[in-house]
């Protein structure tokens, strides 16, 4: 969660606005953002990042920590575990 509260705290920064204002707009008091940006929040819950998004004037999916495809490796597939003859 750690990824999503940077993005939250991004997000925030880049519109100019405060944790009371975001928080407000979003029901969610200043305390919990803050924990929420810092990672610290165990488990926040989805209608939360949800309510922050709406808040943030975004989608949930630009909350999410983006991946460029050079980091992604593609596993290898092997799904026969001994070879196997048709007859």
Not at 36 to 47: F, Q, T, V, Y
Request: hydrophobic share 35%; charged share 25%; aromatic share 6%.
């Amino acid at each position: 969660y750690e990824a999503i509260g940077k993005r939250i705290e991004e997000l925030r920064l880049q519109q100019g606005r405060t944790r009371p204002q975001i928080g407000s707009k979003a029901g969610v008091n200043e305390h919990t953002l803050y924990t929420i940006e810092r990672g610290k929040a165990p488990n926040p819950r989805l209608a939360t990042l949800y309510s922050l998004a709406d808040a943030l004037g975004v989608e949930f999916d630009d909350l999410l920590p983006r991946v460029s495809t050079s980091e992604l490796t593609p596993e290898p597939v092997n799904n026969f575990e001994t070879p196997v003859s048709i007859i």
